[in-house]
């Protein structure tokens, strides 16, 4: 058992009473434990780790995947509709016709996406909504742009992203920018069903299937999404614990602060918490919409923009900071990671010393000079080591060829986060990447096919970034990330021992069994009862 703690970093045996460990030491020791009433596990020296924290998802958005077409396997523009024209057909009662996974030069036609002149050929009476494997770019139909424009009015007019006809200035269907238009999806594809609460349990039972304890969901919108979970917990159906982080969006700011200290405060439990406010800076380097430091290599000229203008963010954080919340910033490119750097930084001057543990997501592209600024300001980098693999992860091939090849060398710099001291927390930021860790693991110990193998990292530091780091970055630390007494009896059972394999097969191995809180949420047909 690798116990990831570091007074006690190897063990045979765990015990537990309730959802509590009581006991972490050896075989004989345990022997005199067991009583009568004791359900004994034999691992059979298999390799036992605690729980899996994924420190990136977003269950509570991403969610409607099990109901939509998958489009990640499209490799042309055909493919793609043949996929759609088959779902679209075989559920006739979807008021929405979604889609979810393409990758942009799969079915770019030209430089291109597909939008309501293709669309209308496959469905015209129903709206259509296909997003992108990162969650950044949405092809849609006539009929959704004829609800969109109902619905939003004289503010759709002036939305940021929406590509339009160069003759007549009309919408194309294709949108750069989906956070507007979320809501218009969530209300026509959910409206009269139950599809939250049963695509959650879905989401949830495939994260514990691949050892996964504990999620942070950086996607709530409102005090309602963190009532889904409640209701999952209520009906004994929540499998694994979740950390919430609300989304600062577009409405008045004291309107918003006085429903994220609303959240906190009713939501802060062993099963659900809230307490963290997630924020974006820039975009995706695919899209030319994160914010570089120098102009991308196939566009001169274009540097990507910052969502909030420098100065406008620094007050945002500061106003969060000064009420006590924890910040989590979305920054993929290297402006918009030195962007949030100096929010932080500023925050942290303006207002009273605290225990802040400010994160940024993805830090895909970053500066030297801003690597070591992390440890010395405390703000946590929170990667995703699949995005970074060729061939597992839906990793666009338009990627290099956007940064060029000397920002690509030193893209995902997980290795220079670690020996800077900083805490670098694993995650999948599913469903833009497969939700399964030991695929994560093995690209942190391999690149994955991409270049920049110095960035690789230690077997032990890849384990810890999905489990102390990750639940540190929650500041849950106390009672998760290792196997540990006083802590909570999260823990899972491996097929293989990952201190056995070499790094290439890490990415075949499967949990047997996961327990979360002393119970098995999980077990194998591969594990014997």
């Known amino acids: 058992m690798f116990t990831v703690n570091d007074s006690q970093p190897w063990a045979e045996a765990v015990g537990a009473i309730g959802d509590r460990i009581v006991f972490v030491g050896s075989d004989r020791e345990a022997t005199d434990l067991v009583g009568p009433d004791t359900k004994v596990i034999d691992a059979d020296r298999r390799l036992v780790l605690p729980g899996i924290i994924d420190a990136h998802t977003h269950c509570l958005h991403a969610y409607r995947n099990y109901f939509w077409a998958n489009l990640t396997p499209a490799n042309s523009q055909e493919e793609l509709i043949t996929i759609l024209r088959k779902h679209a057909s075989e559920h006739p009662d979807h008021r929405l016709v979604g889609g979810s996974g393409y990758r942009y030069s799969a079915i770019m036609v030209g430089d291109r996406l597909p939008g309501r002149a293709v669309l209308d050929r496959v469905v015209s009476d129903r709206p259509i909504w296909l997003i992108s494997y990162d969650g950044w770019t949405a092809c849609t139909n006539s009929k959704f742009l004829e609800i969109a424009q109902s619905r939003l009015g004289a503010t759709f007019d002036c939305m940021p992203g929406v590509e339009r006809d160069a003759k007549t200035g009309q919408p ?57 979970f409640e209701r999952l917990r209520k009906s004994g159906e929540l499998k ?24 906190r405060l009713k939501f802060s439990n062993e099963w659900i918490r809230a307490g963290a406010v997630k924020l974006f ?41 000064a009420k006590g919340f924890q910040c989590i ?22 207002n009273k010393p605290r225990d802040r543990r400010h994160r ?16 010395s300001i ?12 060729l061939s597992t992860a839906p990793f666009d091939e338009s990627y290099g060829r956007t940064i060029g090849p000397e920002r690509l060398q030193r893209s995902f710099p997980w290795r220079s986060m670690v020996d800077s001291g900083a805490r670098l927390a694993f995650s999948s930021d599913w469903p833009v990447a497969d939700m ?28 810890k970034g999905y489990t102390m780091n990750a639940a540190y970055a929650s500041f849950e630390e106390d009672v998760k990330g290792s196997v540990e007494v ?3 009896a999260d823990m899972i059972i491996l097929s293989d021992d990952l201190f056995e394999m070499r790094p290439d097969d890490i990415a075949k191995v499967e949990p047997l069994l996961t327990i979360v809180g002393g119970k098995e949420v999980y077990r194998s047909d591969r594990f014997p009862s």
């Open 172 to 228: 194309t269907g294709v949108f750069f920018k989906t956070d507007d238009l979320e809501p218009i999806v969530e209300e026509i594809s959910t409206a009269g069903t139950d599809l939250l609460h049963e695509g959650l349990k879905l989401v949830l039972d495939d994260m514990v299937r691949w050892g996964v304890t504990s999620v942070h969901d950086l996607g709530g919108r409102d005090m309602q999404d963190l009532r889904a």
């Open 240 to 263: 694994a614990r979740v950390y919430v982080a609300l989304m600062y969006s577009k409405k008045p700011e004291e309107e918003q602060i006085k429903e994220f200290d609303e959240a």
């Open 281 to 321: 800076i820039d975009g995706v380097e695919d899209s030319h919409t994160a914010a570089m430091l120098e102009p991308y290599d196939d566009l001169p000229g274009v540097s990507g923009d910052t969502i909030h203008e420098p100065e406008e963010f620094k007050r945002i954080i500061e106003v969060l900071d």
């Open 329 to 350: 910033t979305h920054a993929c490119g290297d402006r918009g990671v030195r962007v949030a750097l100096d929010a932080y930084e500023n925050a942290a001057r303006k």
């Open 360 to 375: 940024i997501e993805h830090v895909e592209v970053v500066s030297p000079d801003d690597i070591p600024r992390f440890e």
């Open 378 to 389: 405390g703000v946590l980098p929170s990667m995703q080591p699949l995005h970074a693999h």
């Open 436 to 463: 399964n860790p030991f695929l994560g693991i093995h690209t942190a110990l391999t690149r994955g096919g991409l270049v920049g193998v110095q960035n690789t990292v230690s077997l032990e530091d890849a384990i």
């Open 486 to 488: 006083g802590k909570f």
